[in-house]
């Protein structure tokens, strides 16, 4: 199995550079578009409301402006079907946020054909505002004649009223890359609990399994058995992922890990290698880990590049192998980050210590940019550590500052992280402010705290108590590789 990879960074970028021509056994992706603007924000605030910075690193991403002007051209340019196509959508739609997505996605739908091996597959999940013109769009590339099929993942939500019909259903493309080599495993799914007995054509046999005898012309006559099933369809039935699920892990987009199973187990055996280039919280990868595929993610925030480590340790703990590409491993790295991005940055040092990062918002949360919760006690009372990032110049005022907050919120430790050594008078107002003692422990530590990011590169944490581990993150639930869904069975087609 090839080794597994994480990759920070555009995805359009990571596919030009990094992936070779037919590589892949199969591609999954679920494309942002900005309808609402909730799209890919990890998490949201207690009351609903998206949090600004997470949202910046998306708002212009499908805008109709230069950079997607250029994307249009070099794709026109380029001649062929697609350059038809584009020049179409243009006419249609003129230059405006739809026409920009378009122009967005085909560069990377072409790279995601070129990456693909012969037999390979690609399965892509549509927003709804888009999925009639990524239809056309993928004709173009993949060729109308390497169209399998419209899935129909069905499912039910509470209802709301509203001046159209509730909408209970998504549709996911899903292309060959040749459709005379294309793998398919022909999954099937149970057949009515009482759908053999009622049958008159199934008996049983003399082992009490239900079967009928199927002949087929030139063929000896051979047994169908019931627990085969009966092929799956274009509809699937998959229920959302409710509220107190184990999987579930606070990501608004967050997608089943029955849908992936029946993807993966459809379209790829044990081995293969399957990519995400919006991986998001890493349900694809997730997925393929469980049931022992290669994969290849792909996301352009440290936010969720961060979840997904998260998840993969909470689910896989070391039996989960892989590489990151793209983080800062260097002081350089991270100043590099730190001048192209300050979100970015503050995100990519808040998971260096398992941090969850906060909006500042006025108010309550104002000079905090992350929290880490935990539990040093056998009571329930969960205990939290504030943060404060900073990327430039730092001074004893920004541990005063801190110190404020420290009060402010009644946490048990603050922590400054900062790209600067900390100076004499901030290690001195530092020390200033004392000790958090843990009864349960019986250990003392320093409720101001810095950290340099040059100490964080080196392995240096947060010096604090925990009962057992911290509860920053909703953990995944711990999973058996090779477990397969039980909404959906392979036939041995060997």
């Known amino acids: 199995m090839a080794e597994n990879t994480l990759y920070y960074g555009d995805n359009l970028d990571i596919l030009r550079l990094h992936i070779k021509d037919e590589s892949v056994d199969l591609v999954y992706l679920d494309p942002p578009f900005n309808s609402n603007a909730t799209y890919n924000v990890l998490f949201a605030e207690h009351d609903g409301a998206r949090a600004a910075a997470q949202i910046k690193a998306f708002e212009d991403t499908w805008t109709w402006d230069s950079e997607a002007a250029e994307a249009y051209q070099e794709v026109v340019e380029a001649g062929g079907k697609v350059s038809q196509a584009m020049q179409a959508f243009r006419t249609f739609l003129g230059e405006n946020d739809m026409l920009a997505y378009l122009s967005m996605m085909a560069p990377r739908l072409l790279e995601l054909r070129r990456v693909l091996k012969p037999t390979g597959s690609i399965y892509l999940h549509c927003d709804p505002t888009a999925s009639h013109y990524l239809k056309m769009l993928m004709d173009a590339i993949f060729n109308a004649s390497n169209f399998r099929n419209e899935i129909i993942w069905s499912y039910k939500r509470y209802t709301a009223r509203s001046n159209r019909f509730q909408r209970l259903h998504d549709v996911i493309l899903f292309y060959g890359r040749d459709a005379t080599k294309t793998l398919f495993n022909e999954p099937r799914e149970d057949y009515g609990a009482n759908s053999g007995k009622a049958d008159s054509h199934y008996k049983q046999d003399e082992e009490g399994r239900w079967c009928r005898w199927q002949k087929r012309k030139g063929q000896e006559p051979y047994k169908i058995y019931l627990a085969d099933g009966k092929r799956l369809g274009d509809v699937w039935d998959i229920p959302l992922i409710n509220a107190s699920a184990k999987e579930r892990l606070g990501y608004p987009t967050q997608k089943p890990e029955a849908l992936l199973e029946s993807i993966i187990l459809a379209s790829s055996k044990e081995g293969a290698t399957i990519l995400d280039p919006f991986c998001g919280c890493g349900t694809t990868i997730a997925v393929a880990e469980k049931l022992k595929r290669s994969w290849i993610g792909i996301d352009v925030t440290h936010l969720a590049i961060t979840l997904i480590k998260h998840r993969l340790m909470d689910s896989y703990g070391t039996a989960a192998n892989f590489c990151v590409i793209g983080e800062p491993v260097s002081l350089p790295d991270a100043e590099t980050l730190a001048a192209s991005d300050r979100y970015q940055f503050q995100w990519w040092a808040l998971g260096l210590v398992g941090a969850r990062p906060t909006e500042k918002k006025k108010g309550a949360d104002k000079g905090i940019d992350g929290r880490l919760y935990f539990h040093d006690e056998l009571s329930t009372k969960t205990k939290q550590i504030i943060f404060s990032v900073k990327s430039g110049n ?101």
């Open 394 to 494: 730092v001074t004893v005022r920004d541990i005063r500052d801190l110190r404020g907050v420290l009060d402010r919120e009644k946490a048990e430790i603050g922590v400054l992280i900062t790209m600067e050594k900390p100076t004499t008078p901030m290690r001195r107002e530092a020390a200033s402010a004392g000790f958090y003692e843990s009864a349960w422990k019986q250990t003392r530590h320093p409720h101001i705290q810095i950290l340099a990011i040059a100490d964080l590169l080196s392995g240096k944490r947060i010096d604090y108590p925990y009962w057992s581990d911290d509860i920053t993150y909703k953990r995944a639930a711990q999973s058996q590789s090779g477990e397969k869904s039980e909404t959906i069975r392979l036939r041995n087609m060997d």
